[in-house]
């Protein structure tokens, strides 16, 4: 069992990489020219659709893009394979790897030109250039603290900092690292009268004994900006200062070639509505280091490995992703029969990747497999001579279905779904308590219960084992932190754990977010109930709320990423919760178990682990595990139509025997 289904994952390339065969062919971003260009496309972030680029400030930089379109059709990032030309030159200069840097103001018109002559060119206006304005110390501060390692876990970062200095964990408390960098040791790291000998100027610039070694170049832009930080006397900012709300990425995507590069460029959103181009201060790490490699400038390599690779983007506490696809490139042709959207989805998936799928599995492979799969139990030799014996063209659907009202279908599920959900004897006065969760986690699949129905009447669960057997759930999950967690984790694939110490140094989620959710469980109590080891979970009446621990501050229940909720002492705060987690606009939740599902009968989920579902662990097959979701919500939740489609279609009944390419 085990083999054939290591085996399907490469037959069934969608959810897998990277891969492994032929060199790509395909009409990609390519590591060599292989024909004439015909066009370069000259852009600069999310300025590519304006006529003229605009740098205000003498601190304004900006990141351009190139990219060649070939005769062949082929397209490949050219940023760092084009000569740049400015008139007039005295208004910005470019270096040879497209980042523009203002000089005065004025107007100027960028060339990049093609060894074979192709043109591009954009019109640069720099405006405000002498204009002299107040440093921020959390916009533009604190990013250099991050960029240089300084604030890592290794360093001064980790709890109780290094040598005497103590900053937040990647910047994630700016407040606090002021007053440690400013305020603290009556401000001996800053020389005000001459900002050069600064403590912290000369460790950075190991011009004094360093553990850290050399952090920041005297010549570079961040330690200038430093400098004239401290002579403006070290302001942190005004409250009216904008704050970042998020980053973006440019390009978001590629389809590659093997050992291809391409420059990314990456943009801060603020509140006020401007942008900031902040390539050079973000971080950027792959999700795969034997499939590529990034530099702090932001240009991503790839080695000689097909597949699929993220690239992580970090920048003050706000995360983008850059993929990219890198085909095997045979020809893919012959497809199996589209049953449904999931093989649309899939062999779409295919081509681009170039990698044609192995042959349909025969009957008694997928007899033997979607017994397994669906009951958990072989087909018995009856079983089986039935089915090979049936010529009728419905047969494998129908047996699907047959399995889908066995009882062993339940039974097998329930297994996985008690292990999720805790269900365990800690104790032997717990025997009643496990075995009627189960049944009641057993009864519900076998009745096919809508999953946000299974899922509600769990959260809300209140009363005895005897009178609500799903209330066992708070037996194992006693605490307010595991109750959040567990919750987040099973049915969001959001991991919160790290969240309630720091921000979250891979996702989004903050402290505010962690006990904001953990509200929801607040009025959770317990008293003793008449059966002998059994307890009475009851909501208590008294408005929800949570206290976020860093800030002492009391916080409402609010939803991941969501607006918090006003809710009175008749509240039950748990319902408040199973309503944002069932709602249309909440995608974490149908998107959750499908990966789960889809990982049961493939072996790995559309994201690794399965319970992780983070911004910055994609999925590999973003737009059919997004089709899946709508059409798991749009069936009612049905869990068992879920398992319909994914046996039905032409993707699951593939071989498992490899072909020459996968």
């Not at 702090?296 to 993220?310: H, I, M, R, S, W």
């Not at 139990?377 to 063209?393: G, I």
């Not at 025997?431 to 049944?439: D, E, N, P, S, W």
């Amino acid at each position: 069992m085990a083999s054939r289904i290591l085996a399907s994952l490469f037959a069934i390339v969608f959810v897998v990489a990277p891969l492994t065969g032929v060199a790509a062919n395909a009409k990609t971003s390519s590591g060599a020219a292989r024909s004439k260009v015909v066009a370069l496309d000259l852009a600069a972030g999310d300025a590519s659709s304006e006529a003229t680029l605009r740098l205000r400030g003498s601190d304004t930089r900006r990141q351009l893009l190139v990219t060649a379109e070939f005769e062949d059709g082929a397209t490949r990032d050219y940023t760092r394979f084009v000569k740049y030309e400015v008139k007039p030159a005295n208004v910005v200069k470019i270096d040879t790897n497209g980042f523009v840097t203002p000089t005065a103001d004025g107007t100027a018109t960028i060339t990049a030109k093609a060894r074979d002559g192709a043109i591009g060119t954009l019109t640069v206006k720099v405006e405000d250039f002498k204009t002299v304005t107040p440093i921020n110390f959390q916009n533009q501060i604190v990013p250099i603290f991050t960029k240089t390692g300084c604030n890592g876990g290794g360093c001064h970062g980790k709890s109780g900092g290094q040598n005497g200095f103590r900053l937040s964990l990647l910047g994630f408390e700016p407040a606090e690292d002021y007053e440690h960098l400013v305020k603290e040791a009556r401000g001996r790291r800053l020389f005000h009268a001459a900002p050069d000998r600064s403590l912290l100027l000369m460790k950075g610039a190991a011009t004094l004994p360093h553990g850290g070694g050399k952090r920041l170049d005297p010549d570079s832009d961040d330690y200038r900006l430093l400098v004239r930080w401290i002579t403006q006397g070290t302001p942190y900012g005004s409250t009216n200062d904008p704050v970042i709300d998020r980053i973006e990425v440019f390009p978001k995507e590629r389809t590659m070639a093997l050992g291809a590069e391409q420059q990314l460029a990456v943009m801060a959103h603020y509140s006020d509505g401007h942008t900031e181009d902040v390539t050079r201060s973000a971080l950027y790490e792959p999700n795969d280091k034997d499939m590529a490699k990034t530099e702090e400038t932001g240009l991503v390599k790839l080695y000689q490995q097909p597949g699929d690779v993220a690239v992580m983007i970090r920048y003050q506490a706000r995360v983008a992703v850059f993929r990219a696809t890198i085909p095997l490139g045979a020809t893919v042709t012959n497809l199996p029969i589209a049953r449904n959207f999931i093989d649309e989805l899939v062999f779409k998936k295919l081509k681009t990747i170039g990698m044609p799928p192995s042959e349909a599995a025969d009957d008694s492979t997928f007899l033997r497999r979607v017994t397994v799969d669906v009951a958990g139990r072989l087909p018995n030799a009856d079983e089986t001579k039935q089915f090979l014996a049936d010529s009728s063209a419905d047969k494998r659907e129908r047996w699907v279905e047959r399995l889908l009202e066995s009882p062993e279908y339940a039974d097998h599920f329930a297994n996985k779904w008690t292990s999720l959900l805790r269900n365990k004897r800690t104790d032997p006065k717990q025997t009643r308590m496990t075995y009627a969760f189960h049944g009641w986690v057993r009864d519900s699949l076998f009745e096919n219960r809508r999953y946000n129905d299974f899922v509600r009447e769990l959260l809300t669960a209140s009363g005895d084992v005897a009178q609500n057997p799903a209330v066992a759930w708070y037996r194992q999950a006693r605490e307010t932190t595991m109750q959040l967690e567990d919750t987040a984790q099973v049915f969001l694939g959001q991991r919160l754990k790290c969240a309630e110490c720091h921000h979250h140094p891979f996702e989004r989620w903050s402290q505010q977010d962690y006990y904001s959710f953990a509200a929801f469980f607040s009025q959770v109590s317990r008293k003793a109930s008449p059966q002998p080891g059994d307890e009475v979970v009851f909501a208590k009446r008294t408005v929800a709320s949570g206290t976020n621990k860093k800030t002492k501050q009391s916080v409402k229940p609010a939803g991941l990423g969501a607006t918090p909720v006003n809710l009175s002492a008749d509240d039950d705060a748990r319902q408040a919760l199973a309503d944002w987690m069932t709602g249309s606009e909440n995608r974490f939740f149908a998107r959750s178990l499908v990966n789960r599902y889809w990982k049961h009968f493939f072996n790995r989920g559309f994201v690794e682990p399965e319970d992780d579902m983070r911004d910055t662990n994609p999925a590999t097959n973003p737009e059919l595990l997004d089709a899946l979701a709508k059409s798991f919500a749009g069936s009612g939740y049905d869990l068992k139509q879920l398992v319909r489609a994914i046996c039905n279609s032409s993707t699951y009944q593939l071989s498992s025997i490899q072909n020459q390419h996968n």
